[in-house]
């Protein structure tokens, strides 16, 4: 069941099924957030609604610099709703999903 590869794995499934890249905001040179460079269509991260080129940038407001910032966030939300704010194509949205 999904639920249960999300509670024993999504650290595997962040380092597995998705590549990720700093994103640089080109205003400002600075990092802000995480750009998905590649990830796979079966994944449970494609399932949940994101696409390749979306960038992650914050997790229920905290700002996502890295993929183990990302992961150690996560680490602390096990039976929560989280929402990510994602810039994609220049508009952001939010995904909303709970972690099990």
Do not use: M, W
Not at 67 to 79: C, D, E, F, P
């Amino acid at each position: 069941e999904e639920r249960e590869v999300v509670s024993q794995g999504y650290e595997k499934i962040l380092r597995d099924d998705v590549s990720f890249r700093p994103y640089r905001n080109p205003s400002t040179g600075q990092s802000d957030g995480l750009e998905i460079q590649s990830l796979r269509p079966d994944s449970l991260p494609a399932r949940r609604g994101f696409e390749k080129g979306d960038v992650i940038r914050t997790i229920d407001d905290f700002p996502i610099t890295s993929q183990s910032a990302a992961i150690h966030y996560l680490r602390n939300l096990q039976g929560q709703s989280v929402s990510v704010l994602v810039l994609r194509r220049g508009r952001h949205h939010r995904l909303t999903f709970r972690i099990e």
